[in-house]
């Protein structure tokens, strides 16, 4: 994505809070529309560039390009090239993103039950402003 100058406030703030905290440097790691999509969908298996496309619905591939460098740079992704014609790419998870599979098991767990109690509460008052 972007380059922040590094003398700018906004990359001394990020710095800053990145060696202040844990749960900021993970976020500003993992953070990103597709990154965890990415990560979730190597979980099972290894996969192709194309594979990883045809199983993340809306990815274009500059995204995935742009995402898969980032989870390579951060270690969280193995990028192994095949000396083949054509050139043959997998993706697999590194042993560090592994042992976040529970945690973004735990955050789909209840993102998809307080999506469910958001919708409730919008039928709720919904009714109720009738």
């Given at each position: 994505?972007?380059?922040?100058?590094?003398?700018?406030?906004?990359?001394?703030?990020?710095?800053?809070?990145?060696?202040?905290?844990?749960?900021?440097?993970a976020i500003?790691?993992?953070?990103?529309?597709?990154?965890?999509?990415?990560?979730?969908?190597?979980?099972?298996?290894?996969?192709?560039?194309?594979?990883?496309?045809?199983?993340?619905?809306?990815?274009?591939?500059?995204?995935?390009?742009?995402?898969?460098?980032?989870?390579?740079?951060?270690?969280?992704?193995?990028?192994?090239?095949?000396?083949?014609?054509?050139?043959?790419?997998?993706?697999?998870?590194?042993?560090?993103?592994?042992?976040?599979?529970?945690?973004?098991?735990?955050?789909?767990e209840w993102?998809?039950?307080?999506?469910?109690?958001?919708?409730?509460?919008?039928?709720?008052?919904?009714?109720?402003?009738?």
């Amino acid at each position: 994505m972007g380059k922040r100058k590094p003398t700018s406030t906004n990359a001394q703030n990020l710095k800053t809070l990145v060696d202040f905290c844990g749960a900021v440097y993970a976020i500003d790691v993992l953070g990103g529309r597709w990154k965890l999509v990415i990560l979730y969908k190597l979980e099972k298996r290894t996969l192709r560039f194309n594979e990883l496309k045809d199983h993340i619905p809306g990815i274009s591939d500059r995204m995935l390009t742009l995402h898969l460098q980032e989870l390579e740079k951060s270690g969280l992704v193995i990028r192994t090239v095949y000396a083949e014609i054509p050139p043959k790419v997998e993706y697999t998870l590194s042993e560090s993103a592994r042992k976040l599979a529970p945690i973004w098991q735990q955050l789909e767990e209840w993102g998809a039950q307080h999506r469910a109690v958001m919708e409730e509460a919008a039928v709720t008052n919904s009714f109720s402003s009738r």
